[in-house]
């Protein structure tokens, strides 16, 4: 916003990430009355969560600072004749305590928006906008089991039934027993038809000797478009490819309307398809953050279990294997997983953490197991 309205924008020789604590000033309508505490002399303060690698040094016309620290002096900034603010921190994670009561500020009082949406009536809207845009054509899904591909899944089944067709790539990098499970929930229970594929052997093969993780997200990626294609073209009738692309699927690819967000990951469903699929795109998922997709999710009656599963990556297990991905350190690393997800599940924490995940890494050290000594590889727990 500063840049583009006439202020100066510079990359900062340090980037600032963690938390922050800022003092509103000015008396701004986005900040009036929102406070977590107030310092020596009843300055309102808030406790916030930085990550950014760039810094306003010069402020646009019109606009004033209405919020700062030292470490940065322009955190904040309004131009109260035309409503416009912009904040350099994240109001829209937890860690920002007072992040919501700014975001409903800025939307309900400042933009004069109403809210009136709900997610009941998204789903008629979207159902509407799936059966308009595909008429009577076949449609096919790339079913990963993750929470996005689900939900798709679902949505479009209640658009189109059975003019829907899954097709889940088992590329051999899942968590324990998920391709069961996938199977079990969409084509028993929903009865959605679902085509198991084990490709496994296959991404096993294209991934000897790679250890870039950039580097494999993007075999993995060919792979299962390539995959896909091959079994696309059993089905004569199909004219659409469905993918459950997330809103923040397309900022990380640097794929979002303005083209402007710095490119941070490959995803190998967003940014088009090779034209020799002659298939059409379907996202309906793809305006949607992660939470929205789990409340849809819910709302289509799929399981809470599956729905609210911490977030997994395309790409599977094989990002989280650190070098050459072999389907023995993939086996040890599922099985390390199902214990660590158990063990959270049994105390109580899974479902207060937000993501937690088991990372196989490449070295081996000395143990002890019983009344001997081992020698064996690690794994490294993250929670958070």
């Given at each position: 916003m500063a840049s583009q309205l006439g202020g100066k924008v510079e990359t900062s020789n340090q980037r600032e990430f963690g938390y922050a604590e800022i003092r509103a000033q000015g008396?701004?309508?986005l900040f009036k009355n929102i406070q977590d505490k107030t310092n020596d002399q009843e300055h309102g303060l808030l406790d916030v969560w930085m990550s950014h690698g760039d810094k306003v040094v010069?402020?646009?016309?019109?606009?004033?600072?209405?919020?700062?620290?030292?470490?940065t002096p322009i955190a904040a900034i309004g131009?109260?004749?035309k409503q416009y603010y912009g904040v350099q921190f994240h109001p829209e994670v937890t860690h920002t305590k007072q992040g919501k009561n700014i975001i409903s500020r800025f939307v309900t009082d400042i933009a004069d928006c109403g809210q009136e949406w709900n997610m009941p009536d998204y789903v008629e809207t979207a159902v509407n906008h799936i059966k308009t845009t595909v008429g009577k054509d076949e449609v096919i899904l790339g079913l990963s089991g993750g929470v996005d591909s689900s939900?798709?899944?679902?949505?479009?089944?209640?658009?189109?039934?059975?003019?829907?067709?899954c097709i889940f790539v088992d590329h051999g990098m899942l968590r324990l027993n998920e391709a069961e499970i996938v199977m079990q929930t969409f084509k028993e229970n929903l009865g959605v038809k679902v085509i198991h594929v084990d490709a496994t052997d296959k991404f096993m093969s294209d991934l000897v000797g790679i250890t870039d993780p950039e580097e494999k997200r993007k075999i993995i990626g060919r792979d299962?478009?390539?995959v896909f294609q091959e079994h696309a073209e059993?089905?004569?009738e199909v004219k659409w490819l469905a993918q459950g692309t997330i809103y923040p699927d397309v900022i990380e690819s640097a794929g979002g309307k303005t083209k402007k967000a710095h490119n941070i990951k490959s995803h190998h469903n967003v940014g088009g398809l090779p034209e020799t699929l002659n298939l059409q795109l379907l996202e309906p998922l793809r305006e949607l953050f992660k939470d929205e997709v789990r409340e849809l999710g819910v709302a289509l009656g799929l399981p809470k279990s599956m729905v609210y599963r911490h977030p997994f990556p395309g790409p599977g297990l094989g990002v989280r294997i650190l070098g050459e991905v072999k389907i023995e350190f993939a086996d040890l690393l599922r099985k390390a997983d199902a214990i660590f997800?158990?063990?959270?599940?049994?105390?109580?924490?899974?479902d207060k953490t937000s993501q937690a995940f088991?990372?196989?890494?490449?070295?081996k050290s000395v143990g002890v197991m019983g009344d001997g000594r081992t020698y064996e590889y690690v794994v490294s727990l993250r929670a958070v």
């Open positions: 008396h701004s309508d010069g402020l646009p016309p019109g606009f004033d600072v209405i919020a700062s620290n030292a470490s131009n109260k004749e939900v798709a899944a679902a949505l479009i089944h209640k658009a189109i039934g059975n003019q829907l067709t299962f478009v390539e059993k089905f004569d997800m158990e063990e959270l599940k049994s105390s109580g924490w899974y088991t990372v196989f890494l490449p070295v």
